[in-house]
């Protein structure tokens, strides 16, 4: 026996997805390689991501991925990383939702300190209370990390902790 209901779709135009409408959640695997493109086409590393994709959070337009950010756990430090929000969906506040979003995740998985890298949004993040520090201040175990790494041969960077 089957439960399935007749398709009375048949026909009927297809509903239009409202793309004004985002969903945020935890970043699936299947997910992955569409954020690694994300990333690239913002110019942001990318080739280290899959380690630490169970700590990433996407935000999502219908069947597109359009922002990302993620986390780096080292102890109870944290590196927060590859926030990015495709070129056409920016300036509506997705990046501020998937801030809070992964500040929350971190204090729920026993992070207590959060740094990141920047050299294109310290006053975005000024704004969300990160404050510059020097390198040498950050934990030597987050120093050591592939982003550190990718950042300094890419670009000067700078770094805070909230
Ligand atoms: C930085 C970024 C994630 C912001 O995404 P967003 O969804 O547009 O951000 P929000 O809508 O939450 O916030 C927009 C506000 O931030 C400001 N803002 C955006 N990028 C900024 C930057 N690089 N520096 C300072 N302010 C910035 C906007 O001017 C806007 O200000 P307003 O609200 O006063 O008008 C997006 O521009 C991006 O993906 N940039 C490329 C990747 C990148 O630089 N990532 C950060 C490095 S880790």
């Known amino acids: 026996m089957s439960n399935q209901q ?3 779709s048949a026909g009927q135009p297809r509903e239009r997805r409202d793309e004004s409408f985002l ?6 695997r299947s997910a992955l390689s569409e954020v690694k493109r994300l990333l690239a086409d913002s110019d942001l590393p990318q ?3 899959e380690p630490h ?15 990302v950010v993620g986390i780096e756990r080292h102890g109870r430090s944290g590196l927060l990383r590859s926030l990015c929000v495709r070129r056409d969906f920016r300036r509506r ?4 939702q998937l801030c809070a ?3 929350s995740h971190a204090g729920n998985i026993g992070i207590s300190e959060l740094y990141l890298l920047t050299t ?6 000024a704004k969300r209370g990160f404050s510059e520090c020097a390198r ?27």
Do not use: M, N
């Open 6 to 8: 007749p398709d009375t």
């Open 23 to 28: 969903e945020f959640g935890v970043a699936t």
């Open 47 to 49: 080739s280290d991501v």
């Open 53 to 67: 994709f169970d700590d990433f959070i996407v935000a999502r337009s219908g069947d597109s991925i359009v922002g």
């Open 93 to 96: 506040g997705i990046a501020e």
């Open 101 to 103: 979003l992964i500040e």
């Open 120 to 125: 294109t949004a310290e006053r975005y993040f």
């Open 136 to 162: 040498d201040v950050v934990p030597t175990s987050l120093r050591q990390t592939q982003q550190f790494y990718l950042c300094a041969r890419a670009r000067r960077c700078a770094c805070g902790a909230q």
